[in-house]
């Protein structure tokens, strides 16, 4: 009996892949590496000036710019509980120091950028204007209305305004009107509805919207000094974080952050 041998047909595909191989070897696949990111948890403050300058970052650089906004003690107790951040920055130093006691960021890193202050608003439509000196009379202004400020036992600017009003020997008066914010944004927005008639907040966030007015500044001496610092968080020093902390006090960023009102350092 004849046994008859059929040839097998080799597809294309595998002819073209032996050829390239005879001639040039064996050829691995080249693998897609995505940009290395860096993720900022920031005051809610800096939210519009850093947004803005992260864009900038990320056109300039080939990292992935990703942030987190809110209360400086929101973001630092995040931290505390593990939240992957790489950069902090917060608008009281005492949020810093508390991470940096815990060791949760790298000493070395941190670093003063930004300088603010606080100031009442009030609606658009108001005629108020406020004298502030010591011993002023608020609760006479305020009659049976509120006054929206950053809750004073955590968010900074509250912190700041509470030793203001004090220094001023008018915060034990007022306390019982006080409308308290989770961050200064939102006391913001709370003058801006018509839902408090004035607010304490920095004067950068009242540069933002033209629903609101400035109506008194507080004096520099009634309260410590507003400083924001910046640090990168332990663990996760990566070079992203390196480069953002570096790019926070560039030419470029300090023009952003001056455009919005702040101080820089």
Same mark, same amino acid.
């Given at each position: 009996?004849?046994?008859?041998?059929?040839?097998? *047909?080799?597809?294309?595909?595998?002819? $073209?892949? @032996?050829?390239l191989f005879l001639n040039f070897g064996y050829i691995s696949p080249v693998k897609a590496q995505s940009?290395?990111?860096?993720?900022?948890?920031? %005051?809610?403050?800096?939210?519009?000036?850093i947004t803005k300058i992260g864009e900038l970052f990320a056109k300039e650089t080939n990292f992935l $710019?990703?942030?987190? $906004? %809110?209360?400086?003690?929101?973001?630092? =107790?995040?931290?505390?509980?593990? *939240?992957?951040?790489?950069?902090?920055?917060?608008?009281? !130093?005492?949020?810093?120091?508390?991470l940096d006691d815990k060791g949760l960021i790298e000493k070395e890193s941190r670093c003063d950028i930004?300088?603010?202050?606080?100031?009442?608003?009030?609606?658009?439509?108001?005629?108020?204007?406020?004298?502030?000196?010591?011993?002023?009379?608020? !609760?006479?202004?305020?009659?049976?209305?509120?006054? %929206?400020? @950053?809750?004073?036992?955590?968010?900074?600017? @509250?912190?700041?305004? =509470?030793?203001?009003?004090?220094?001023?020997?008018?915060?034990?008066?007022?306390?019982?009107?006080?409308?308290?914010?989770? &961050?200064?944004?939102?006391?913001?927005?709370?003058?801006?509805? @018509?839902?408090? !008639?004035?607010?304490?907040?920095?004067?950068?966030?009242? *540069?933002?919207? &033209?629903?609101?007015?400035?109506?008194?500044?507080?004096?520099?001496?009634?309260?410590?000094?507003?400083?924001?610092?910046?640090?990168?968080?332990?663990?996760?020093?990566?070079? %992203?974080?390196?480069?953002?902390? *570096?790019?926070?006090?560039?030419?470029?960023?300090?023009?952003? $952050?001056?455009?919005?009102?702040?101080?820089?350092?």
């Open positions: 009996m004849m046994t008859v041998l059929k040839k097998r *047909a080799f597809p294309l595909s595998m002819i $073209f892949l @032996g050829i940009p290395e990111r860096v993720m900022v948890f920031a %005051a809610a403050s800096t939210t519009n000036a $710019f990703v942030s987190s $906004f %809110a209360s400086s003690s929101t973001l630092a =107790k995040q931290i505390d509980n593990g *939240a992957p951040a790489n950069v902090y920055i917060s608008a009281n !130093p005492k949020w810093m120091t508390f930004l300088g603010n202050r606080i100031v009442f608003i009030a609606p658009k439509g108001s005629d108020l204007k406020i004298d502030i000196h010591p011993g002023f009379k608020l !609760p006479a202004i305020l009659s049976t209305e509120k006054i %929206a400020m @950053g809750d004073p036992e955590h968010v900074p600017a @509250g912190i700041y305004a =509470k030793q203001a009003l004090t220094f001023l020997k008018a915060w034990d008066e007022i306390e019982p009107k006080i409308v308290r914010a989770k &961050d200064v944004r939102t006391a913001l927005v709370f003058v801006e509805r @018509g839902e408090a !008639p004035l607010g304490i907040v920095y004067a950068t966030d009242a *540069a933002i919207t &033209d629903k609101v007015r400035v109506v008194g500044i507080f004096p520099e001496n009634s309260h410590p000094p507003i400083t924001y610092q910046a640090a990168i968080v332990k663990e996760n020093q990566t070079q %992203a974080a390196q480069a953002f902390l *570096a790019f926070l006090k560039s030419p470029g960023a300090k023009a952003i $952050f001056q455009s919005y009102g702040f101080s820089t350092r």
